[in-house]
Protein backbone atom coordinates (compact mmCIF):
# COMPACT_ATOMS: atom_id res chain seq x y z
CA UNK A 1 0.00 0.00 0.00
CA UNK A 2 1.28 3.57 -0.96
CA UNK A 3 1.70 5.46 2.47
CA UNK A 4 3.73 7.82 4.28
CA UNK A 5 4.85 6.63 7.40
CA UNK A 6 5.47 9.21 10.07
CA UNK A 7 6.44 8.09 14.42
CA UNK A 8 5.67 8.21 16.47
CA UNK A 9 1.80 9.54 16.94
CA UNK A 10 2.75 10.73 20.10
CA UNK A 11 5.36 12.47 21.78
CA UNK A 12 5.90 14.76 25.12
CA UNK A 13 9.46 15.51 26.15
CA UNK A 14 11.20 18.39 28.18
CA UNK A 15 12.80 21.10 27.03
CA UNK A 16 16.33 20.76 25.73
CA UNK A 17 16.17 17.05 24.90
CA UNK A 18 16.98 16.62 21.81
CA UNK A 19 14.31 13.89 19.62
CA UNK A 20 13.97 13.09 15.96
CA UNK A 21 10.40 12.34 14.30
CA UNK A 22 10.89 9.87 11.61
CA UNK A 23 9.08 9.90 7.99
CA UNK A 24 9.16 7.99 5.49
CA UNK A 25 7.57 6.97 2.19
CA UNK A 26 7.31 3.97 -0.70
CA UNK A 27 6.32 5.45 -3.59
CA UNK A 28 9.73 6.50 -4.53
CA UNK A 29 9.14 9.95 -4.52
CA UNK A 30 11.48 13.27 -5.18
CA UNK A 31 9.79 15.71 -3.06
CA UNK A 32 9.74 15.20 0.83
CA UNK A 33 8.50 18.43 3.33
CA UNK A 34 8.03 19.16 6.78
CA UNK A 35 4.96 21.29 8.13
CA UNK A 36 3.41 22.21 11.92
CA UNK A 37 0.02 23.25 12.19
CA UNK A 38 -0.96 25.50 15.13
CA UNK A 39 -4.30 27.16 15.65
CA UNK A 40 -5.41 30.17 14.37
CA UNK A 41 -1.83 29.69 12.20
CA UNK A 42 -2.81 27.10 10.38
CA UNK A 43 -0.12 25.15 8.46
CA UNK A 44 3.26 26.16 7.66
CA UNK A 45 6.08 24.30 5.87
CA UNK A 46 9.13 23.48 8.18
CA UNK A 47 11.63 22.48 5.34
CA UNK A 48 11.32 20.50 2.13
CA UNK A 49 13.77 18.18 0.18
CA UNK A 50 13.82 18.21 -3.51
CA UNK A 51 15.60 14.55 -4.04
CA UNK A 52 18.60 13.37 -2.30
CA UNK A 53 20.70 15.50 -0.30
CA UNK A 54 18.54 18.52 -1.72
CA UNK A 55 17.51 20.33 0.91
CA UNK A 56 15.97 23.89 1.84
CA UNK A 57 14.15 25.80 4.10
CA UNK A 58 10.40 26.74 4.55
CA UNK A 59 8.84 29.49 6.52
CA UNK A 60 9.36 28.34 9.69
CA UNK A 61 13.08 26.70 9.77
CA UNK A 62 14.49 27.85 12.88
CA UNK A 63 14.87 25.24 16.04
CA UNK A 64 14.57 22.11 12.98
CA UNK A 65 16.85 20.25 11.05
CA UNK A 66 16.66 17.99 8.73
CA UNK A 67 18.40 15.08 6.32
CA UNK A 68 17.68 13.31 3.34
CA UNK A 69 20.30 10.50 3.13
CA UNK A 70 17.97 8.18 1.46
CA UNK A 71 15.58 9.12 -0.68
CA UNK A 72 11.97 7.24 1.33
CA UNK A 73 13.59 8.78 4.63
CA UNK A 74 13.12 12.11 5.73
CA UNK A 75 13.90 12.66 9.26
CA UNK A 76 12.96 16.36 11.29
CA UNK A 77 15.76 16.43 14.13
CA UNK A 78 14.69 19.14 17.05
CA UNK A 79 18.59 19.68 18.56
CA UNK A 80 17.16 21.34 21.38
CA UNK A 81 13.32 21.60 21.81
CA UNK A 82 11.37 24.56 23.47
CA UNK A 83 8.15 25.29 24.65
CA UNK A 84 7.03 27.01 21.36
CA UNK A 85 7.70 23.81 19.27
CA UNK A 86 4.59 21.93 20.58
CA UNK A 87 2.78 21.50 17.72
CA UNK A 88 0.81 18.75 15.38
CA UNK A 89 3.92 18.37 12.64
CA UNK A 90 3.24 16.39 9.58
CA UNK A 91 5.59 15.02 6.53
CA UNK A 92 4.55 15.00 3.19
CA UNK A 93 5.93 13.23 -0.26
CA UNK A 94 5.25 14.15 -3.92
CA UNK A 95 6.77 12.90 -7.29
CA UNK A 96 8.33 15.81 -8.70
CA UNK A 97 8.20 16.33 -12.50
CA UNK A 98 11.18 19.03 -11.93
CA UNK A 99 10.85 22.84 -12.00
CA UNK A 100 8.77 24.05 -15.20
CA UNK A 101 7.57 20.80 -15.62
CA UNK A 102 4.21 19.96 -15.37
CA UNK A 103 3.08 17.52 -11.90
CA UNK A 104 -0.29 15.43 -11.70
CA UNK A 105 0.41 13.96 -8.59
CA UNK A 106 -1.34 14.35 -5.15
CA UNK A 107 0.23 15.62 -2.03
CA UNK A 108 0.81 12.46 0.45
CA UNK A 109 0.59 13.10 3.83
CA UNK A 110 1.66 11.10 7.21
CA UNK A 111 -0.78 11.05 9.97
CA UNK A 112 0.70 13.45 11.89
CA UNK A 113 2.82 13.40 15.33
CA UNK A 114 1.60 15.53 18.06
CA UNK A 115 4.29 16.95 20.08
CA UNK A 116 4.42 18.19 23.32
CA UNK A 117 7.71 20.42 25.16
CA UNK A 118 7.04 20.49 28.39
CA UNK B 1 -0.83 40.23 3.76
CA UNK B 2 -0.65 36.48 3.27
CA UNK B 3 0.16 35.47 0.14
CA UNK B 4 -2.68 32.97 0.30
CA UNK B 5 -6.12 33.90 1.23
CA UNK B 6 -9.32 31.82 1.44
CA UNK B 7 -13.08 32.72 2.07
CA UNK B 8 -15.17 32.38 3.57
CA UNK B 9 -13.47 31.01 7.01
CA UNK B 10 -16.34 29.11 7.92
CA UNK B 11 -19.18 27.92 6.44
CA UNK B 12 -22.75 26.37 7.63
CA UNK B 13 -24.79 24.71 5.33
CA UNK B 14 -28.02 22.25 5.12
CA UNK B 15 -27.67 18.74 3.44
CA UNK B 16 -27.55 19.10 -0.31
CA UNK B 17 -26.70 22.63 -0.53
CA UNK B 18 -24.09 23.43 -3.42
CA UNK B 19 -21.08 24.40 -1.88
CA UNK B 20 -18.38 27.03 -2.79
CA UNK B 21 -14.91 28.03 -1.38
CA UNK B 22 -12.40 30.28 -3.02
CA UNK B 23 -8.95 30.77 -2.76
CA UNK B 24 -7.13 33.52 -3.55
CA UNK B 25 -3.11 33.99 -4.14
CA UNK B 26 -0.72 36.90 -4.93
CA UNK B 27 2.47 35.07 -6.38
CA UNK B 28 3.13 33.30 -9.22
CA UNK B 29 2.88 29.58 -8.83
CA UNK B 30 3.52 26.49 -10.39
CA UNK B 31 0.82 24.22 -8.74
CA UNK B 32 -2.59 24.45 -6.18
CA UNK B 33 -3.89 21.67 -3.96
CA UNK B 34 -7.30 21.55 -2.45
CA UNK B 35 -6.87 19.32 0.64
CA UNK B 36 -9.20 18.31 3.18
CA UNK B 37 -8.47 17.72 7.10
CA UNK B 38 -11.26 16.03 9.14
CA UNK B 39 -11.64 16.08 12.32
CA UNK B 40 -9.04 14.25 14.46
CA UNK B 41 -6.35 16.06 11.94
CA UNK B 42 -5.50 13.71 9.02
CA UNK B 43 -5.15 15.32 6.02
CA UNK B 44 -5.96 14.28 2.27
CA UNK B 45 -5.07 15.66 -1.08
CA UNK B 46 -8.13 16.09 -2.83
CA UNK B 47 -7.02 18.45 -6.33
CA UNK B 48 -3.71 19.30 -7.85
CA UNK B 49 -4.20 21.71 -10.29
CA UNK B 50 -1.70 23.50 -12.48
CA UNK B 51 -4.87 25.29 -15.02
CA UNK B 52 -8.02 24.54 -16.16
CA UNK B 53 -10.85 22.51 -14.21
CA UNK B 54 -10.39 18.62 -12.47
CA UNK B 55 -13.94 16.54 -11.27
CA UNK B 56 -13.80 13.74 -8.83
CA UNK B 57 -17.12 12.43 -7.52
CA UNK B 58 -19.32 15.46 -6.00
CA UNK B 59 -15.80 17.73 -5.87
CA UNK B 60 -14.96 19.89 -8.76
CA UNK B 61 -11.67 22.22 -8.81
CA UNK B 62 -11.07 24.94 -10.92
CA UNK B 63 -8.21 27.71 -11.45
CA UNK B 64 -8.09 30.95 -13.29
CA UNK B 65 -4.10 31.63 -13.20
CA UNK B 66 -4.49 34.60 -14.66
CA UNK B 67 -6.87 36.17 -12.01
CA UNK B 68 -4.69 34.42 -9.35
CA UNK B 69 -7.76 32.62 -7.72
CA UNK B 70 -9.41 28.89 -7.41
CA UNK B 71 -12.81 27.40 -6.49
CA UNK B 72 -13.61 24.25 -4.46
CA UNK B 73 -17.11 23.53 -5.58
CA UNK B 74 -18.88 20.43 -3.94
CA UNK B 75 -22.59 19.71 -5.45
CA UNK B 76 -25.41 17.87 -3.09
CA UNK B 77 -23.67 18.18 0.32
CA UNK B 78 -23.46 15.57 2.69
CA UNK B 79 -22.69 15.26 6.35
CA UNK B 80 -19.67 13.52 5.61
CA UNK B 81 -18.32 16.31 3.63
CA UNK B 82 -18.10 18.52 6.99
CA UNK B 83 -14.14 19.35 7.27
CA UNK B 84 -11.75 21.93 7.40
CA UNK B 85 -10.62 22.62 3.43
CA UNK B 86 -7.17 23.65 2.95
CA UNK B 87 -5.82 25.69 -0.38
CA UNK B 88 -1.82 25.54 -1.10
CA UNK B 89 0.52 27.04 -3.50
CA UNK B 90 3.52 25.84 -5.06
CA UNK B 91 6.08 29.11 -5.09
CA UNK B 92 8.90 28.95 -6.90
CA UNK B 93 11.97 30.68 -6.37
CA UNK B 94 15.28 30.08 -7.94
CA UNK B 95 14.66 26.15 -8.93
CA UNK B 96 13.17 25.54 -5.47
CA UNK B 97 9.43 25.54 -4.69
CA UNK B 98 8.32 26.04 -1.30
CA UNK B 99 4.47 25.32 -0.27
CA UNK B 100 2.50 28.21 1.57
CA UNK B 101 -0.90 27.36 2.75
CA UNK B 102 -4.32 28.96 3.09
CA UNK B 103 -5.64 29.52 6.66
CA UNK B 104 -8.53 27.18 5.79
CA UNK B 105 -12.20 26.60 5.68
CA UNK B 106 -13.98 25.33 8.20
CA UNK B 107 -17.18 23.47 6.53
CA UNK B 108 -20.03 22.21 8.44
CA UNK B 109 -23.32 20.20 6.77
CA UNK B 110 -26.15 19.86 8.80
CA UNK B 111 -28.44 16.98 7.75
Known amino acids: EAQVTQNPRYLITVTGKKLTVTCSQNMNHEYMSWYRQDPGLGLRQIYY???????DKGDVPEGYKVSRKEKRNFPLILESPSPNQTSLYFCASSLWGGTGKVRGEKLFFGSGTQLSVL | KNEVEQSPQNLTAQEGEFITINCSYS?????LHWLQQHPGGGIVSLFM???GKKKHGRLIATINIQEKHSSLHITASHPRDSAVYIC?????????????FGTGTRLTIIP
Open chain 1, 49 to 55: SMNVEVT
Open chain 2, 27 to 31: VGISA
Open chain 2, 49 to 51: LSS
Open chain 2, 88 to 100: AVFISNFGNEKLT
